[in-house]
Protein backbone atom coordinates (compact mmCIF):
# COMPACT_ATOMS: atom_id res chain seq x y z
CA UNK A 1 0.00 0.00 0.00
CA UNK A 2 1.25 3.58 -0.73
CA UNK A 3 1.20 6.67 1.42
CA UNK A 4 -0.83 9.04 -0.41
CA UNK A 5 -4.33 9.42 0.47
CA UNK A 6 -7.08 9.40 -2.15
CA UNK A 7 -9.16 10.78 0.09
CA UNK A 8 -8.54 13.24 2.89
CA UNK A 9 -11.51 14.34 4.97
CA UNK A 10 -11.33 17.21 7.38
CA UNK A 11 -13.43 18.80 9.86
CA UNK A 12 -16.82 17.86 7.98
CA UNK A 13 -19.61 19.03 9.08
CA UNK A 14 -22.52 18.61 7.56
CA UNK A 15 -25.93 20.56 8.88
CA UNK A 16 -29.52 20.02 8.27
CA UNK A 17 -31.43 23.55 9.26
CA UNK A 18 -29.57 23.73 13.04
CA UNK A 19 -29.09 20.38 13.34
CA UNK A 20 -25.47 18.94 13.18
CA UNK A 21 -25.99 15.14 11.85
CA UNK A 22 -21.96 15.34 10.60
CA UNK A 23 -19.36 17.42 13.71
CA UNK A 24 -16.11 17.47 12.67
CA UNK A 25 -15.19 14.54 11.11
CA UNK A 26 -11.83 14.08 10.23
CA UNK A 27 -9.96 10.87 7.93
CA UNK A 28 -7.56 9.39 5.58
CA UNK A 29 -8.50 6.21 2.80
CA UNK A 30 -4.77 5.63 1.11
CA UNK A 31 -4.43 4.36 -1.86
CA UNK A 32 -5.71 1.06 -2.51
CA UNK A 33 -6.88 0.61 1.53
CA UNK A 34 -10.15 -0.59 2.54
CA UNK A 35 -11.64 1.53 5.26
CA UNK A 36 -14.70 1.01 6.90
CA UNK A 37 -16.97 4.10 9.05
CA UNK A 38 -18.56 1.81 11.22
CA UNK A 39 -21.43 3.44 13.48
CA UNK A 40 -24.90 2.66 14.45
CA UNK A 41 -28.54 3.64 12.55
CA UNK A 42 -28.68 7.38 12.74
CA UNK A 43 -24.98 8.26 13.48
CA UNK A 44 -24.30 10.20 10.05
CA UNK A 45 -22.42 7.50 7.71
CA UNK A 46 -24.52 8.06 4.73
CA UNK A 47 -24.50 11.39 5.26
CA UNK A 48 -20.78 11.56 5.05
CA UNK A 49 -20.91 9.30 2.14
CA UNK A 50 -22.91 10.85 0.09
CA UNK A 51 -20.76 14.18 1.07
CA UNK A 52 -17.93 12.68 -0.37
CA UNK A 53 -19.75 10.96 -3.97
CA UNK A 54 -21.39 14.73 -3.74
CA UNK A 55 -24.51 13.42 -3.63
CA UNK A 56 -25.82 15.49 -0.40
CA UNK A 57 -29.45 16.93 -0.78
CA UNK A 58 -29.99 20.72 -1.10
CA UNK A 59 -31.07 20.99 2.43
CA UNK A 60 -27.71 19.81 3.63
CA UNK A 61 -24.94 22.34 4.52
CA UNK A 62 -21.35 21.54 4.81
CA UNK A 63 -18.61 22.68 6.14
CA UNK A 64 -14.68 21.47 6.00
CA UNK A 65 -12.58 19.86 3.16
CA UNK A 66 -13.23 16.81 1.35
CA UNK A 67 -9.95 16.27 -1.24
CA UNK A 68 -9.71 13.88 -3.77
CA UNK A 69 -6.29 13.13 -4.62
CA UNK A 70 -5.49 16.76 -3.08
CA UNK A 71 -8.47 18.18 -4.77
CA UNK A 72 -11.10 19.69 -3.15
CA UNK A 73 -14.32 18.24 -3.85
CA UNK A 74 -16.75 19.25 -1.06
CA UNK A 75 -18.81 21.72 -2.97
CA UNK A 76 -18.53 19.68 -6.41
CA UNK A 77 -22.06 17.89 -6.98
CA UNK A 78 -21.31 14.49 -8.35
CA UNK A 79 -22.74 15.64 -12.34
CA UNK A 80 -20.13 18.18 -12.04
CA UNK A 81 -16.89 16.12 -11.21
CA UNK A 82 -13.97 15.91 -13.43
CA UNK A 83 -13.48 12.25 -14.50
CA UNK A 84 -10.15 12.67 -11.49
CA UNK A 85 -12.58 13.09 -9.24
CA UNK A 86 -15.31 10.97 -10.27
CA UNK A 87 -16.17 8.12 -7.31
CA UNK A 88 -17.96 4.66 -7.86
CA UNK A 89 -20.89 3.62 -5.58
CA UNK A 90 -22.52 0.85 -4.74
CA UNK A 91 -25.78 0.93 -2.34
CA UNK A 92 -28.10 -1.03 -0.16
CA UNK A 93 -30.83 -1.15 -2.43
CA UNK A 94 -29.63 -2.52 -5.55
CA UNK A 95 -33.11 -2.92 -7.06
CA UNK A 96 -33.35 0.70 -6.68
CA UNK A 97 -29.51 1.60 -8.36
CA UNK A 98 -30.35 0.09 -11.34
CA UNK A 99 -32.68 1.32 -13.79
CA UNK A 100 -35.55 -1.46 -13.92
CA UNK A 101 -36.20 -1.18 -17.85
CA UNK A 102 -33.03 -1.66 -19.10
CA UNK A 103 -31.08 -4.77 -19.83
CA UNK A 104 -28.32 -6.12 -17.46
CA UNK A 105 -26.10 -5.48 -20.21
CA UNK A 106 -27.13 -1.98 -21.17
CA UNK A 107 -26.70 -1.13 -17.85
CA UNK A 108 -22.87 -2.78 -17.55
CA UNK A 109 -22.06 -1.91 -21.32
CA UNK A 110 -22.58 2.21 -20.63
CA UNK A 111 -19.75 2.90 -18.53
CA UNK A 112 -17.37 0.83 -21.03
CA UNK A 113 -18.88 3.04 -23.84
CA UNK A 114 -19.04 6.33 -22.13
CA UNK A 115 -15.64 6.45 -20.49
CA UNK A 116 -13.83 3.92 -22.37
CA UNK A 117 -14.28 4.45 -25.78
CA UNK A 118 -14.98 0.94 -26.41
CA UNK A 119 -17.48 -0.33 -29.32
CA UNK A 120 -21.38 -1.78 -28.05
CA UNK A 121 -19.64 -5.32 -29.14
CA UNK A 122 -16.40 -4.79 -27.41
CA UNK A 123 -18.29 -3.77 -24.11
CA UNK A 124 -20.84 -6.16 -24.34
CA UNK A 125 -18.00 -8.53 -24.13
CA UNK A 126 -16.32 -6.63 -21.44
CA UNK A 127 -19.69 -6.98 -19.29
CA UNK A 128 -19.59 -10.11 -19.62
CA UNK A 129 -15.89 -11.09 -18.43
CA UNK A 130 -16.78 -8.65 -15.55
CA UNK A 131 -20.03 -10.50 -14.49
CA UNK A 132 -18.19 -13.99 -14.83
CA UNK A 133 -15.24 -12.69 -12.89
CA UNK A 134 -17.95 -11.72 -10.36
CA UNK A 135 -18.51 -15.62 -9.99
CA UNK A 136 -21.95 -14.89 -11.38
CA UNK A 137 -23.39 -18.28 -13.74
CA UNK A 138 -24.02 -17.68 -17.53
CA UNK A 139 -23.16 -14.31 -17.60
CA UNK A 140 -24.04 -14.28 -21.17
CA UNK A 141 -27.99 -15.24 -20.45
CA UNK A 142 -27.77 -12.67 -17.41
CA UNK A 143 -26.96 -9.52 -19.55
CA UNK A 144 -29.97 -10.45 -21.38
CA UNK A 145 -32.33 -9.97 -18.12
CA UNK A 146 -34.06 -7.02 -16.54
CA UNK A 147 -32.87 -6.09 -12.48
CA UNK A 148 -36.06 -7.59 -10.75
CA UNK A 149 -35.27 -10.56 -12.96
CA UNK A 150 -32.47 -11.01 -10.61
CA UNK A 151 -31.90 -11.93 -7.19
CA UNK A 152 -30.50 -9.55 -4.50
CA UNK A 153 -27.41 -10.95 -4.23
CA UNK A 154 -27.35 -11.22 -8.36
CA UNK A 155 -27.94 -7.83 -8.02
CA UNK A 156 -25.86 -6.55 -5.78
CA UNK A 157 -22.31 -8.02 -7.50
CA UNK A 158 -24.15 -6.67 -10.62
CA UNK A 159 -24.26 -3.28 -9.00
CA UNK A 160 -20.22 -4.17 -7.63
CA UNK A 161 -19.64 -4.94 -11.88
CA UNK A 162 -20.98 -1.36 -12.21
CA UNK A 163 -18.91 0.44 -10.02
CA UNK A 164 -15.52 -1.09 -10.68
CA UNK A 165 -15.98 -0.64 -14.34
CA UNK A 166 -15.73 3.21 -14.25
CA UNK A 167 -12.28 2.49 -12.65
CA UNK A 168 -12.06 5.00 -9.87
CA UNK A 169 -9.57 4.96 -7.62
CA UNK A 170 -12.07 5.46 -4.94
CA UNK A 171 -15.04 3.41 -4.11
CA UNK A 172 -17.73 3.90 -1.71
CA UNK A 173 -20.34 1.38 -0.58
CA UNK A 174 -22.95 2.39 1.81
CA UNK A 175 -24.23 -0.25 3.73
CA UNK A 176 -24.36 -2.98 0.50
CA UNK A 177 -24.77 -6.28 2.43
CA UNK A 178 -27.53 -5.02 4.52
CA UNK A 179 -30.57 -6.29 2.84
CA UNK A 180 -28.69 -9.60 1.98
CA UNK A 181 -29.12 -13.22 3.95
CA UNK A 182 -25.63 -14.04 5.41
CA UNK A 183 -24.48 -16.55 2.70
CA UNK A 184 -25.45 -13.85 0.04
CA UNK A 185 -23.48 -11.45 2.54
CA UNK A 186 -20.22 -13.88 2.23
CA UNK A 187 -20.27 -13.81 -1.59
CA UNK A 188 -20.76 -9.99 -2.10
CA UNK A 189 -17.90 -9.02 0.51
CA UNK A 190 -16.02 -11.42 -1.11
CA UNK A 191 -17.03 -9.75 -4.57
CA UNK A 192 -16.00 -6.36 -2.83
CA UNK A 193 -12.57 -7.95 -1.27
CA UNK A 194 -11.18 -9.39 -4.36
CA UNK A 195 -11.96 -6.68 -7.06
CA UNK A 196 -10.79 -3.70 -4.79
CA UNK A 197 -7.41 -6.04 -4.20
CA UNK A 198 -6.98 -6.97 -8.08
CA UNK A 199 -7.82 -3.23 -9.29
CA UNK A 200 -5.58 -1.54 -6.19
CA UNK A 201 -9.40 0.63 -5.31
CA UNK A 202 -9.38 2.47 -2.29
CA UNK A 203 -13.00 1.20 -0.45
CA UNK A 204 -14.96 3.41 2.30
CA UNK A 205 -17.10 0.49 3.68
CA UNK A 206 -20.15 2.39 5.09
CA UNK A 207 -21.63 -0.27 7.99
CA UNK A 208 -23.13 -1.08 11.26
CA UNK A 209 -21.82 -4.42 11.10
CA UNK A 210 -18.64 -5.58 12.81
CA UNK A 211 -18.58 -8.55 11.20
CA UNK A 212 -18.73 -7.40 7.74
CA UNK A 213 -15.99 -4.74 8.22
CA UNK A 214 -13.66 -7.37 9.40
CA UNK A 215 -14.02 -9.34 6.86
CA UNK A 216 -13.55 -6.86 4.44
CA UNK A 217 -11.60 -3.83 5.76
CA UNK A 218 -7.91 -3.04 7.34
CA UNK A 219 -9.04 -0.21 9.02
CA UNK A 220 -12.03 1.09 10.85
CA UNK A 221 -13.49 5.09 12.01
CA UNK A 222 -15.74 4.62 14.56
CA UNK A 223 -18.77 7.28 14.68
CA UNK A 224 -21.08 7.85 17.39
CA UNK A 225 -24.01 10.84 16.80
CA UNK A 226 -21.81 12.37 13.60
CA UNK A 227 -18.57 12.52 15.59
CA UNK A 228 -15.27 10.11 15.02
CA UNK A 229 -14.71 8.25 18.96
CA UNK A 230 -12.20 6.35 17.83
CA UNK A 231 -10.10 4.90 14.75
CA UNK A 232 -7.30 2.34 14.04
CA UNK A 233 -6.32 -0.50 12.58
CA UNK A 234 -9.53 -2.84 12.98
CA UNK A 235 -7.77 -5.92 14.38
CA UNK A 236 -6.69 -3.77 17.31
CA UNK A 237 -9.91 -2.38 17.49
CA UNK A 238 -11.56 -5.43 17.85
CA UNK A 239 -9.32 -6.87 20.49
CA UNK A 240 -9.00 -3.79 22.73
CA UNK A 241 -11.31 -1.15 22.08
CA UNK A 242 -11.06 1.44 23.65
CA UNK A 243 -14.34 3.19 23.78
CA UNK A 244 -17.47 2.20 25.25
CA UNK A 245 -19.36 2.29 22.26
CA UNK A 246 -16.42 0.41 20.25
CA UNK A 247 -16.54 -2.10 23.75
CA UNK A 248 -19.93 -2.80 23.10
CA UNK A 249 -19.96 -3.36 19.26
CA UNK A 250 -17.12 -5.69 19.78
CA UNK A 251 -19.11 -7.37 23.26
CA UNK A 252 -22.28 -7.98 20.80
CA UNK A 253 -21.01 -9.18 17.95
CA UNK A 254 -19.28 -11.72 20.29
CA UNK A 255 -22.12 -12.61 21.66
CA UNK A 256 -23.74 -13.24 18.34
CA UNK A 257 -20.67 -15.18 16.70
CA UNK A 258 -17.92 -16.30 19.49
CA UNK A 259 -14.92 -15.60 16.76
CA UNK A 260 -14.81 -12.54 15.05
CA UNK A 261 -13.19 -14.20 12.00
CA UNK A 262 -10.87 -12.15 9.37
CA UNK A 263 -10.31 -13.71 6.42
CA UNK A 264 -6.75 -15.06 5.50
CA UNK A 265 -4.83 -12.94 3.53
CA UNK A 266 -3.72 -14.76 0.86
CA UNK A 267 -6.51 -13.94 -2.14
CA UNK A 268 -7.16 -16.34 -4.98
CA UNK A 269 -5.66 -15.08 -8.47
CA UNK A 270 -7.98 -12.59 -9.96
CA UNK A 271 -8.09 -11.35 -13.17
CA UNK A 272 -10.63 -8.49 -13.60
CA UNK A 273 -8.33 -5.99 -13.20
CA UNK A 274 -6.66 -7.18 -16.16
CA UNK A 275 -9.56 -7.32 -17.85
CA UNK A 276 -10.10 -3.55 -17.11
CA UNK A 277 -6.75 -2.59 -17.62
CA UNK A 278 -7.19 -4.30 -21.88
CA UNK A 279 -10.65 -2.43 -22.11
N1 LIG B 1 -34.00 15.21 6.16
C1 LIG B 1 -33.49 15.17 7.38
N2 LIG B 1 -33.65 16.19 8.24
C2 LIG B 1 -33.12 16.17 9.47
N3 LIG B 1 -32.39 15.15 9.95
C3 LIG B 1 -32.21 14.11 9.16
C4 LIG B 1 -32.75 14.05 7.83
N4 LIG B 1 -32.37 12.89 7.28
C5 LIG B 1 -31.66 12.24 8.24
N5 LIG B 1 -31.56 12.95 9.35
C6 LIG B 1 -30.85 12.61 10.60
O1 LIG B 1 -29.47 12.57 10.29
C7 LIG B 1 -28.83 11.62 11.11
C8 LIG B 1 -27.82 10.87 10.31
O2 LIG B 1 -28.46 10.17 9.25
P1 LIG B 1 -27.69 9.11 8.34
O3 LIG B 1 -26.41 9.68 7.84
O4 LIG B 1 -28.67 8.64 7.33
O5 LIG B 1 -27.37 7.95 9.40
P2 LIG B 1 -26.79 6.48 9.16
O6 LIG B 1 -26.48 6.33 7.71
O7 LIG B 1 -25.59 6.40 10.05
O8 LIG B 1 -27.85 5.54 9.62
C9 LIG B 1 -29.90 10.74 11.70
O9 LIG B 1 -29.93 10.94 13.09
C10 LIG B 1 -31.19 11.21 11.06
O10 LIG B 1 -32.22 11.25 12.00
MG1 LIG C 1 -27.25 4.98 6.28
Known amino acids: MCS ?21 LSFDVMSGERICLLGASGSGKSFTANAVLGLLPPAATVQGSIRLHGREIIATPAARR ?46 VALLEAMKLHDPERLVKRTPAELSGGQRQRVCIALAMACKTSLMVADEPTTALDVVTQAQVLRALREHTDAARTALLFITHDLHAA ?9 IERGEMIESGPLDALITAPKHRFTRELVAAAHSVQPSLA ?15 QSA
Open 214 to 222: AQLCQRAVI
Open 82 to 127: INETRVAMVFQDSLSALNPLASIGSQLCEPFIRHHGLSRKKATAAA
Open 4 to 24: DPVLSVRDLRIQIGRQAVVDG
Open 262 to 276: RPAEALPEYTPHDLL
